[in-house]
Nanobody, 120 residues
């Protein structure tokens, strides 16, 4: 069983910063990629940022230059540093991972979500 545990959400004023973290635990062979998605009320879930095991990253256009995704492979942990936050960044942020199971299959897992609220 694979679990993703997220932390770091909260409330912040516009222009502020938050750092999210997500750790994968359980039995698996290796992690292919980890990332963050978000879902605002009334909107579809969207990709925010993603990083592969090789360190390749991609970002939503709306967060480029403000958010940075990094990864600690030894700790199976991904971080999302969010700077210059805007009200439109308010959403539930979900950690996601694609990994290779012990049975050599690629599966996808989601965290429980953490609320980020940007408001004055």
């Amino acid at each position: 069983q694979v679990q993703l545990v997220e932390s770091g959400g909260g409330s912040v004023q516009p222009g502020g910063s938050l750092r999210l973290s997500c750790t994968a635990s359980g039995s698996f062979a290796s992690i292919v990629a980890m990332g963050w998605y978000r879902q605002a009320p009334g909107k579809q879930r969207e990709l925010v940022a993603r990083i592969t095991s090789g360190g390749f990253t991609n970002y939503a256009d709306s967060v480029k230059g403000r958010f940075t995704i990094t990864r600690d492979n030894a700790k199976n942990t991904v971080y999302l540093q969010m700077n210059s936050l805007k009200s439109e960044d308010t959403a539930v942020y979900y950690c996601n991972t694609a990994l290779i199971t012990m049975g050599r299959m690629i599966n996808e897992y989601w965290g429980q979500g953490t609320q980020v609220t940007v408001s004055s």
